[in-house]
């Protein structure tokens, strides 16, 4: 009786193992959990089902730090996946890892499959590609950082939830209106260095490395201790001070605070809006994020953060046609509509966003078309395309120490600026060696 | 007549030994050995090419204020961990052994927690003492204090400390209780009626009596404080604010796994591996000489 279910139980495994190698599988490694996780998920089984030679098999491997790390490992140990999900900060590491990539453009090409880069986004495309326009990755999810307004909290505090904080300026004295009205929490903030750094100088057209942000050369360096980031992280530190800015950590833990109704404003990723929109109990709305109007030029364009698929060298050119095709898949317009309509991230494809806005989704969705308009309303800058930086998630550790320093009221916003700015170059140095 | 046991061939003892030698050879001396080697060179992320700098890598941790730093933190946590954790196990050892009823039942639940991960242990502490969400951090606030370990650096160290203690309290604690034990109750109670108090007692016979085990889990502790704590310092602060808290080891860990520098990485765990042997030195040569057998 046991032996007979135990033979069926191998007979039924060895028929399915069979059937299983028939098609090609297709590894792709990423960093998506809950909701992200489902959605990614249901693409996956969306590309399975709609072909029969490949079997595409996704693995959540951590956060974004966690599964580039996976990947680099898996790579030296010579198990790397065919495709990897990079986060933008990892961006400068993988385009430096040449014996350990395979191009997107070259994995299309030789794929045959249908392929046009002009049609991304510019802002986003900008990102991933090499100065003589060849993408090496392909952009999966892109966000823009915009500010996030708790209606009822403003209310609550006798504001006006109208009232005009499209600037800074504005901003300092709505940020007292609803201290004084008793507001506990006026500001928070998710991602601090992406945000009040990095998306500040790009907005403001504002260096944040020599170079062109690290586009252009190797030897770059950094240079966000200049005045305009000074001034706005003495007026950050202030606020802390005062209580109008709550420092909650380094990611999006804020993120929580803002959706429990306890913060009045939130500057965080465009793609915290599927977490807002099914959480908060409150009336919400998206602006786009303040400037400071004493700065020349302002606005120009925010960056953006996210994350691109790297295909991993080292496998079969049948396996590769199958990359091929599924990234050709995941760019189609049906499928980027329907993520960026889900997750707040960019639609990454102009054919995408005019999608979402014949379907009237904007017109549905106040406030989710601000993120895109934000990046594109003007042509990038030197200052503005991006960022391009090598051990840069160290750096930006580094930077949410020193900020750290300026929150608690050990350091002056010019003093840990300056000592980001010195740690930081050190390791951009390092990198220069061991890529040179 | 000589004491020691000794062997007629060499066969037999080298036999004996080859399991020991092997493991330590493979897994100490082969991976020390590689990361000797690495710290003379800068290597980028993925093994495909490699920059020889020589004494390069060093030079670049010494002249890190914070790799400098890293080495004032580690002493003051890994020493705050070890008093912390023996002397409150001690404490519960001498309560114990003291009491009659109910005697096995205290011993079980003093036990328990060793069974929770390092990294489990984080995770719990964190809950409680969250900023905003934390039930300790709530009371709190109640009675006026305003606790952010995520900010104030103090409170980080005292965070990672006591959740570390903690958890090697129970190990400790049975060493104690054992150690208490194997005292000769004549001694103590020759000394009771001499007229010996309780901490009279205790000064005189009882914790020179408990030395060797004192001595054992002061070595055992302070490996312990400088290594397995990296589950709770991972889960907690993950080496924040400013560093604060970031241990020799953890900062190993960060900066060659996460950070990618390997070389930077492999020339820090050299440089633990000296502190290491230096501190195992120094306790077996200056400590152990006032340690009873």
Redesign the interface.
Known sequence: MKIKSVLTALILSLGLTGNSYAATEIQWWHAFTGRLGELLDEQVEKFNSSQSDYKVVATHKGNY?ETL?SG?AA??AEEQPHLLMVFEVGTA?MM?????IKPVYEVMAEGDAAFDSDAYLGAVKGYYTTPEGQMLSLPYNSSTPVIYVNRDAFTAAGVDPDTDISTWENLDGVLGKLKEGGSECPLVTAWQSWVHLENLSAYHNVAFATKDNGFAALDTELAFNSELQVKHLDAMSQWAKDGKFI????RNEGG??FRAGECALMTESSAGYAGVKKEAQFEFDIRPLPYWKSAEGAPQNTIIGGSSLWVMSGHESEEYKGVAELLSFLSTSDIQAKWHQDTGYLPITMAAYEQTKAEGFYEKNPGTDIAIIQMTGKAPTGNSKGLRLG?F??IR?LI???L??I??G?KTAQEAMDSAVE?GN??LR?FE???? | MEKRVTFKGWLLPLLLITPQVVVTAVFFFWPAGQAIYQSAFIPDPFGLKSQFVGWGNFQFIFTDPYYLASFKTTAIFSLSVTIVSMGVALWLALMADRIIKGAATYRTLLIWPYAVAPAIAGVLWLFMFNPRIGVVSWYLDKIGYDWNHVLNSNEAMLLVVLASAWSRISYNFLFFLAGLQSIPKSLVEAAAMDGAGFWYRFRTIVFPLLSPTTFFLLVVNIVYAFFETFGVIHTITAGGPQQATNIMVYKVYSDGFVGQDLGSSAAQSVVLLFVVGLLTILQFRYIEKKVHY
Do not use: V
């Open positions: 730090s790390n680099i790579f030296r590491t430096a890892a040449k014996g350990a420092y909650t950590g380094r929580a605070n051990s998630d160290q550790g949410d120490e020193e750290e320093g929150w608690s050990d740690r050190k390791l390092r060696q061991a890529n040179r």
